[in-house]
């Protein structure tokens, strides 16, 4: 069993930036990939952010140049690096990862952006 804390989450203005992170915990041993997820109000979840275990990574093409994936293996962390941030980008962030074939979710995170 892996469990997965996402923390990071807050009100922000628009154009700020917020780092989003995911530790996780327990049978750590194989991570074949993960993601970000977020559910924005009235919204079905949508993926923003992927990162395999060879480093590679994808983005919605709502964040891409603006949102930035990445893992640090030693600590079994997930960072979402997210900059100029905009309104449309208020939602609930979730952390994903498959580890030894099973696929494990967080909890959630809000991130708030005023204008």
């Known amino acids: 069993q892996v469990q997965l804390v996402e923390s990071g989450g807050a009100l922000v203005e628009a154009g700020g930036s917020l780092r989003l992170s995911c530790v996780a915990s327990?049978?750590?041993?194989?991570?074949?990939?993960g993601g970000w997820l977020r559910q924005r109000p009235g919204k079905e979840r949508e993926a923003v952010a992927l990162?395999?275990?060879?480093?590679?990574?994808s983005y919605s093409d709502s964040v891409k140049g603006r949102f930035t994936i990445s893992r640090d293996n030693a600590e079994n962390t997930l960072y979402l690096q997210m900059t100029s941030l905009k309104e449309e980008d208020t939602a609930v962030y979730y952390c994903?990862?498959?580890?030894?074939?099973?696929?494990?979710w967080g909890q959630g995170t809000q991130v708030t952006v005023s204008s």
């Open positions: 994903n990862a498959h580890y030894g074939g099973s696929e494990y």
């Open positions: 327990g049978s750590t041993f194989t991570f074949n990939g």
């Open positions: 990162i395999i275990n060879d480093g590679s990574t």
